[in-house]
């Protein structure tokens, strides 16, 4: 494992049976209030995001919202959120998409992207990768390019990489962290 990698993974911390029993939960709180490791964080997303090509991000609500805003910012590019369906005013498109536990949708300002644009998807966490599925569907229904996907960790036992693989269609996914 790299410096960072050790860094990221020594402020992410487990909490059992969170947030049902049986789940081991991954809380990036420690990470994000550590100055030092946020930063990197941010930085490395940050080349991602420049490596790709990209013109905008998107960050995946909620903590991708924390980790998209200040990669966009650190490479100077715009930031869109993908909301939970009914969060955002205005003309939205939205994808719906299932769960291991029922279904939910997800929604876009239909003029935050365009056929110039070539974005990246943030998040925290990439586990069954149904948000991630559904965010890539919704970016290319708005007419955009995807760039990629970047997340902080993955979770390699859910299978969430097999999934979205077709669905990027060759476009990079990058986990800074597996496990």
Known sequence: MTDIGELLLSRIRDVTDYPEPGVMFKDITPLLADPAAFTALTDALAGIAGRTGATKV?????????????????????????????????ATLAQAYDLEYGSAEIEVHAEDLSAEDRVLVVDDVLATGGTAEASVQLIRRAGAEVAGLAVLMELGFLGGRARLEPALAGAPLEALLTV
């Open 58 to 90: 998107v960050g995946l609500e909620a903590r991708g919202f924390i980790l998209g805003a200040p990669v966009a910012v650190r490479a100077g590019l715009g930031f869109i959120p993908v909301r939970k369906a009914g969060k955002l005013p205005g």
